[in-house]
């Protein structure tokens, strides 16, 4: 049975990643901050199935001892400060995690597990303001937060563990990929979750910056699985994973909002203070090696993820107001009808 020890495994990518793993018969290892009280939402319906151990990705001797503990064939690190809106009042913070914790989990594979497979879950973001359209691997790296700069030194260590030590060693250099399990403070989970609750009269309005920004959006549930099948092949490399087409965010609220029979230009407000302070204007993804060297394709498009998301968000809210009705007796505003998904 092989072993596989996950980073940020509570998260959107891990969740997915841990349960696809599962269910090729891994052994599953997630690592947890010892310091934190962990959220297992993501993974409630697997907790039991994993091993959890302790770790920080900012404390070299903590990952020597979590990749010593879990002896893993394999290691996925999906751990950090991952909202790039916070990178830019967290600089240090998203440095010492995005950037430099990468360099201790390679450094505690490298002395512990120096055989062990290990990926690093690079960024489109590091593209930043693109310097070719689409986006490939050989395309140059001009990144615009400083969660972007983190990134690109975590891809770049990557390469060199790789190269310097002869380490099975890639990254995955994923595009904008979704989910209902995404944050809440990430776009499109922003869009979706008040999608829900201005449909069900809990919300007003929906306030937004910049609408014409342009991603290359895609399901998580679907890239997870690029993530191991890179880990699968005879020698490390590196791999843009993304679906090849663009939509402008105006794009994903308006199909939200349709969903449930909306016009979003009743309910969204422009406000400046969602503005990047250096915006990245256009993200598009060219997959085609991927495509080709691991034989990855996605299964989800674009309409059916938006669709997804704001169905679950529906029913979360639902059961929110249902829970609210009966242990405090009133809401707000009450829902006086189920609303059809």
Not at 102 to 128: C, D, T
Not at 140 to 146: C, E, G, L, N, T
Not at 223 to 235: C, E, G, R, S
Not at 251 to 279: C, G, H, M, T, W
Request: aromatic fraction near 10%.
């Amino acid at each position: 049975m092989k072993k596989a020890l996950i980073t940020g495994i509570t998260g959107q990518d891990g969740s997915y990643l841990a349960e696809f793993l599962l269910s090729k018969g891994y052994e599953v290892y997630g690592m947890r901050r010892r310091t934190s009280t962990p959220n297992f939402q993501n993974v409630e319906l697997i907790k039991d199935q994993i091993q959890w151990i302790s770790g920080d990705l900012t404390d070299l001797p903590s990952m020597i001892e979590a990749v010593r503990e879990a002896d893993p064939d394999e290691v996925y690190n999906l751990a950090a400060q991952s909202y790039v809106a916070a990178s830019w009042p967290q600089p240090s913070l998203t440095t010492q995690v995005t950037a430099l914790g990468v360099n201790n989990i390679l450094e505690a594979v490298r002395i512990v597990k120096p055989n062990a497979r290990f990926y690093q879950a690079s960024s489109s973001e590091m593209f930043g303001k693109v310097l070719e359209t689409p986006q490939r691997e050989t395309t140059p790296f001009y990144p615009r937060s400083p969660y972007g700069v983190s990134k690109v030194y975590g891809h770049w260590i990557t390469v060199n563990y790789r190269e310097s030590f002869n380490m099975y060693a890639c990254s995955g250099i994923l595009f904008n990929h979704e989910s209902p399990r995404r944050g809440h403070e990430f776009v499109t989970r922003k869009v979706t979750d008040a999608v829900a609750r201005i449909k069900l009269g809990l919300q007003s309005e929906l306030r937004m910056g910049n609408l014409d920004a342009k991603r290359d959006w895609g399901f998580a549930g679907d890239y997870v699985k690029a993530m191991w099948l890179m880990l699968q092949q005879d020698t490390p490399d590196d791999y843009v994973i993304s679906t090849g087409e663009m939509h402008t965010v105006r794009e994903l609220v308006d199909i939200a909002f349709s969903q449930v029979d909306l016009d979003y230009q009743d309910y969204v407000v422009l406000d400046p203070k969602f503005v990047r302070p250096a915006e990245v204007d256009l993200l598009l993804g060219d997959c085609t090696k991927a495509k080709q060297q691991l034989g990855w394709e996605t299964e989800v498009s674009f309409e059916q993820l938006v669709k997804m998301m704001v169905e679950e968000d529906l029913r979360r809210v639902q059961a929110e107001i249902a829970y609210n009705n009966i242990y405090h007796g009133h809401t707000e505003k009450q829902l006086t009808k189920p609303v059809p998904l």
